[in-house]
C-alpha cells in the first residue's frame, strides 16, 4: 500500500510542481466491522464481505487487492484465492476495537493517512448486528483518534 501512495505522491508532486507530503489528497476505503473478539468479527461479518467482494472482483479481479508487482497464486479459478485469511491483512479492519485502533495508527504512521471512510455493511449481515458494530466502534475506536488526525467517514 506505502508503494501506491508513493506513486501518486510523486505524481502530484511532478504535475503541481512542488513537494507533496504522502498522504496528501488521499482518501483510503477500508471494510469495518468491530467486535469484542476476531472470531466474532469473522463470524458475523465475514461471509457477507466475502459474498460483496466476490462479486465486485468477478468482474473487476483481485488487482486491487494485491501489492505492486505482487501476483496471484495460481488457482484453478479466478476467485480461489479470495478467502477471508487472504483478504484480511491486505484490508479489512474486522477485529476488536483495539486491533482495529493499532491498524488505524499503524495507517496514519506508515502512509501518515489523512483520511479514511469505512465499509460497514454487508450482503447478509443483520442490521441490528451492523449497528453494534458501528455502535463498538464509535465508542472504542473513535476516542483513540483526536480531531483533525484522521478524517474518518462511515
Known sequence: LKKRFEIYR????EKLGREVPLGEGI?????MFC????????RLGGDGILK?????????GLGNHLDPGEELPDTQG????????WLHPRNMLFGTPEYIV???KELQSELNLQSLMLWSH?????????????KLFNEEVLPHFKSGTVTLAN
Open 10 to 13: 510523486d505524481a502530484r508532486s
Open 27 to 31: 482518501s483510503l476505503v477500508r471494510d
Open 35 to 42: 467486535a469484542e473478539s476476531m472470531e466474532e468479527a469473522q
Open 52 to 60: 460483496y467482494l466476490k462479486w465486485i472482483c468477478h468482474w473487476r
Open 78 to 85: 479466478k476467485l480461489d484465492a479470495l478467502t477471508y485469511e
Open 102 to 104: 493499532e491498524k488505524i
Open 122 to 134: 454487508f450482503p447478509d449481515v443483520p442490521h441490528e448486528t451492523a449497528m453494534r458494530s458501528i
